[in-house]
């Protein structure tokens, strides 16, 4: 189902759920007379609510950081992949067009085979790791003649650490993604009670009642959708493309 239909749903069902607390609590709870609850109901709410918007806010924030995080790294991987390839390509020999075969074949696998199981959260294969290796051996044994060939040598081992690096980071944040168990419930719990505790106030006609119980439960609803979304930087609402790694592919090409 597409992400924002989703989203509509979930946001309509939880002011459905609100809603129809609140007209609960209104026809057969206490009587509409409640105004003496307000001044103590709404220090209550203003306490609990700020805290579940602190909470919300830092989830979100650090989740949309990771997203961006992740999305640099891939284009920071991809073009020291490409920056290696034009250093090793001064190298004598045929190691110039060794690491092109093998920076070309790294691009495909990540594109392939990996990015799919970064999105599902399955076994990554080996052979982007045998790759690598392939291309640390390559450029290691590389004979440089010149001081210019051994400048273009040392750059290009700088560049492949640097494809390590932003690898490894990629890896790190499809193991680590997600929302801890311990959040979500404090994120659940604090917004059931931010939904319920509005049902204490007293004063209003039940139609505003109802309107204001539903647009907090439906907002509220929204901010958790979007949390759900944004776990996984590489999959759900985020859904971070391999769009560097075509372009490198089209660059080594």
């Known amino acids: 189902m597409n992400v924002y239909l989703t989203g509509?749903?979930?946001?309509?069902?939880?002011?459905?759920?609100?809603?129809?607390?609140?007209?609960?609590v209104r026809r057969f709870g206490w009587d509409e007379g409640r105004r003496d609850n307000n001044d103590a109901a709404g220090q209550v709410f203003t306490i609990v609510g700020g805290l579940h918007a602190v909470l919300v806010a830092f989830v979100l924030i650090s989740l949309f950081d990771a997203v961006g995080a992740a999305r640099d790294g891939s284009y920071s991987e991809a073009d020291s992949?490409?920056?290696m390839t034009w250093a090793a390509e001064a190298l004598p020999g045929d190691t110039g067009q060794r690491v092109q075969q093998l920076a070309t074949?790294?691009?495909a696998t990540v594109q392939?085979?990996?990015?799919?199981?970064?999105?599902?959260?399955g076994t990554l294969p080996q052979t982007g790791w045998t790759q690598l290796?392939?291309?640390?051996?390559t450029i290691a044994g590389a004979q440089a003649d010149s001081d210019w060939e051994n400048d273009r040598k040392t750059e290009a081992a700088n560049d492949l650490w640097q494809v390590y690096q932003a690898r490894q980071a990629?890896?790190?944040?499809?193991?680590?993604?997600?929302?801890?168990?311990?959040?979500?419930?404090?994120?659940?719990?604090?917004?059931?009670?931010?939904?319920?505790?509005?049902?204490l106030f007293g004063g209003t006609r039940m139609a505003a009642h109802l309107?204001?119980?539903s647009t907090l439960a439906g907002t509220i609803a929204l901010l958790l959708y979007?949390?759900?979304?944004?776990?996984?930087?590489?999959?759900?609402?985020?859904?971070?493309?391999?769009?560097?790694?075509?372009?490198?592919?089209?660059?080594?090409?």
Not at 186 to 198: E, F, M, R
């Open 8 to 24: 509509i749903f979930w946001v309509v069902g939880a002011a459905v759920v609100g809603g129809g607390i609140g007209y609960l």
């Open 81 to 83: 992949l490409v920056s």
């Open 105 to 107: 074949a790294y691009a």
């Open 112 to 121: 392939h085979q990996e990015w799919p199981r970064l999105a599902d959260g």
């Open 133 to 137: 290796d392939q291309l640390r051996r």
């Open 170 to 199: 990629r890896l790190t944040d499809a193991a680590t993604s997600g929302v801890g168990s311990v959040v979500w419930f404090a994120l659940i719990l604090g917004s059931i009670i931010s939904v319920l505790l509005p049902n």
């Open 211 to 213: 309107v204001i119980v």
């Open 226 to 253: 979007a949390i759900f979304q944004l776990q996984n930087p590489f999959a759900g609402g985020a859904n971070i493309q391999p769009d560097a790694f075509s372009s490198a592919l089209a660059r080594l090409g």
